[in-house]
C-alpha cells in the first residue's frame, strides 16, 4: 500500500502536518496528499488512476478508522467513496453497475457529514489544509443529488419514478445546483429532439422551463444552455424546424457558448441553424466540429449525432468546402452514418430541407480543425 503514496505533494509535510494539529500524523498528510493526487489526474482524463487511487483510499479507511470524529478526514473518504460511485455509475474507469451505484450514492447522500453544520466547518478545513483540488460537502450533495434525480427520471439504475427523481433534484435547487435546476427546466420544457414536428411537441410548462434552464444557463451549465438555445429555436414547441419565426439571436448566443464549452449538442444545433439560414460554410463547419466529438463521445446522443454527420454531407453535396477542400469526402457514405444514428431523424431533415438540392458557393472562413 505505501506505493500508492509516492506522489508529488505541493505543500510540504511540515508545514501541512503544522496545519492539521499536533495529533496529525505523516499518514493523515499521506491520505490527504493521494486524494489531491486523484483529483488532479482525473481532471488530465487519467480516469482509470483516479479510481484507482479513491478504492485504495476507501480501503484505508475501512482497515482504520480514521475518518470518526474527524470532519476533514471524513472529507476525504466521501470524496473517495463518491468518485468510486460515479465512474460505477457511468463505466467511467470502473466496470459499469448504475444499480450498485445508485444504491451506494443513497446512502452517501445521508451522510451527516453533508449538514450545514459540516459544510460551514468545511469551508475553514479547505482554506487551512489549501483543498482547491477536493469537493467540499455540499459540492458532494449536490452531485449525488443530481445523479440520484437524473438516475430515476430516466430509470438508469433504478426504477423510473419522475416524481421520485424530482424530489431529488428540488432538493439540488434548493442549494443552488445549477445541474439540478437545468434538469427541472428540461422537465418543464417537455422535448430534447431538435427535429421533432410540432405536432409531436408536448411543453409542459414553457413559462418554468425558460426561467430554470435560464438561471442554469447563467451560471454557465452546458447542458442548460444547449436546451435553452433549442427552445428559443422552436419558439417554445410552437415553431417548425425551418420557420421563420426562429429567435436566432439569443439562440445562436446560447448555442455559441455551449459550444465553446464544448457541447457536440451545441455545435449539431448551430450546424442546422446556419444552414437553415443559408450560411453554408459556417454550417459545414460546426458540423465537422460535433460529428468528430460525437464519435469521441461515448454518451452522445444518436439524434444530435444524425444532425452533425447530415449537415456534414449535404455540405459536401452541394459544393461547400471543408477545411480541407482537397480531401474527398464519401457523402453517400456520410448519409449512411446520419442514418444509422437515428433513422427517424434522418428522415425528418431529408423531408424538411428536401429543397436543397443545387450546388451553392461556399463563402465565408473555412473549417478550423480541432
Given at each position: 500500500?505505501?506505493?500508492?503514496?509516492?506522489?508529488?505533494?505541493?505543500?510540504?509535510?511540515?508545514?501541512?502536518?503544522?496545519?492539521?494539529?499536533?495529533?496529525?500524523?505523516?499518514?493523515?498528510?499521506?491520505?490527504?496528499?493521494?486524494?489531491?493526487?486523484?483529483?488532479?489526474?482525473?481532471?488530465?482524463?487519467?480516469?482509470?488512476?483516479?479510481?484507482?487511487?479513491?478504492?485504495?483510499?476507501?480501503?484505508?479507511?475501512?482497515?482504520?478508522?480514521?475518518?470518526?470524529?474527524?470532519?476533514?478526514?471524513?472529507?476525504?473518504?466521501?470524496?473517495?467513496?463518491?468518485?468510486?460511485?460515479?465512474?460505477?455509475?457511468?463505466?467511467?474507469?470502473?466496470?459499469?453497475?448504475?444499480?450498485?451505484?445508485?444504491?451506494?450514492?443513497?446512502?452517501?447522500?445521508?451522510?451527516?457529514?453533508?449538514?450545514?453544520?459540516?459544510?460551514?466547518?468545511?469551508?475553514?478545513?479547505?482554506?487551512?489544509?489549501?483543498?482547491?483540488?477536493?469537493?467540499?460537502?455540499?459540492?458532494?450533495?449536490?452531485?449525488?443529488?443530481?445523479?440520484?434525480?437524473?438516475a430515476n427520471m430516466d430509470g438508469i439504475g433504478a426504477v423510473k419514478n419522475e416524481a421520485l427523481g424530482l424530489a431529488w433534484l428540488s432538493r439540488g435547487v434548493a442549494l443552488g445546483c445549477p445541474r439540478s435546476i437545468g434538469r427541472i427546466g428540461m422537465y418543464h420544457m417537455g422535448f430534447d429532439n431538435p427535429t421533432l414536428p410540432v405536432s409531436q411537441?408536448?411543453?409542459?410548462?414553457?413559462?418554468?422551463?425558460?426561467?430554470?434552464?435560464?438561471?442554469?444557463?447563467?451560471?454557465?451549465?452546458?447542458?442548460?444552455?444547449?436546451?435553452?438555445?433549442?427552445?428559443?429555436?422552436?419558439?417554445?414547441?410552437?415553431?417548425?424546424?425551418?420557420?421563420?419565426?426562429?429567435?436566432?439571436?439569443?439562440?445562436?448566443?446560447?448555442?455559441?457558448?455551449?459550444?465553446?464549452?464544448?457541447?457536440?449538442?451545441?455545435?449539431?444545433?448551430?450546424?442546422?441553424?446556419?444552414?437553415?439560414?443559408?450560411?453554408?460554410?459556417?454550417?459545414?463547419?460546426?458540423?465537422?466540429?460535433?460529428?468528430r466529438r460525437s464519435q469521441a463521445t461515448m454518451e452522445a446522443s444518436p439524434t444530435y449525432a444524425s444532425v452533425a454527420f447530415w449537415v456534414v454531407a449535404k455540405c459536401a453535396e452541394i459544393g461547400v468546402a471543408g477545411q480541407d477542400p482537397t480531401h474527398e469526402v464519401d457523402v453517400d457514405e456520410l448519409y449512411s452514418i446520419s442514418r444509422q444514428y437515428?433513422?427517424?431523424?434522418?428522415?425528418?431533415?431529408?423531408?424538411?430541407?428536401?429543397?436543397?438540392?443545387?450546388?451553392?458557393?461556399?463563402?465565408?472562413?473555412?473549417?478550423?480543425?480541432?
Open positions: 500500500m505505501e506505493s500508492l503514496f509516492a506522489v508529488q505533494i505541493e505543500t510540504p509535510e511540515d508545514k501541512l502536518l503544522s496545519e492539521l494539529g499536533q495529533e496529525a500524523t505523516a499518514q493523515d498528510v499521506q491520505i490527504i496528499s493521494a486524494l489531491r493526487f486523484a483529483r488532479r489526474v482525473y481532471l488530465k482524463g487519467e480516469v482509470e488512476q483516479a479510481t484507482r487511487i479513491c478504492d485504495f483510499i476507501v480501503r484505508w479507511f475501512a482497515e482504520t478508522n480514521a475518518d470518526e470524529g474527524d470532519a476533514t478526514l471524513g472529507l476525504i473518504l466521501l470524496n473517495a467513496q463518491f468518485h468510486l460511485a460515479e465512474a460505477s455509475y457511468f463505466g467511467i474507469g470502473a466496470k459499469r453497475d448504475p444499480a450498485s451505484a445508485v444504491r451506494s450514492m443513497g446512502t452517501l447522500s445521508n451522510s451527516p457529514l453533508l449538514g450545514s453544520d459540516y459544510a460551514l466547518e468545511l469551508r475553514v478545513d479547505r482554506e487551512v489544509l489549501e483543498l482547491d483540488e477536493v469537493l467540499g460537502g455540499e459540492d458532494i450533495l449536490t452531485s449525488l443529488l443530481y445523479t440520484l434525480g437524473c411537441i408536448k411543453v409542459r410548462d414553457l413559462a418554468k422551463a425558460k426561467e430554470m434552464l435560464s438561471a442554469a444557463a447563467e451560471q454557465g451549465n452546458e447542458e442548460a444552455m444547449t436546451r435553452l438555445g433549442l427552445l428559443l429555436l422552436r419558439g417554445g414547441g410552437k415553431v417548425e424546424l425551418v420557420a421563420s419565426a426562429y429567435d436566432h439571436g439569443d439562440a445562436v448566443k446560447w448555442l455559441r457558448q455551449a459550444a465553446h464549452s464544448g457541447s457536440f449538442e451545441a455545435e449539431a444545433l448551430l450546424a442546422l441553424t446556419y444552414f437553415k439560414m443559408k450560411l453554408y460554410s459556417k454550417a459545414r463547419q460546426f458540423s465537422e466540429l460535433a460529428a437515428d433513422v427517424d431523424a434522418y428522415l425528418r431533415i431529408v423531408q424538411t430541407f428536401a429543397s436543397v438540392s443545387s450546388r451553392v458557393t461556399a463563402v465565408g472562413p473555412q473549417v478550423i480543425k480541432s
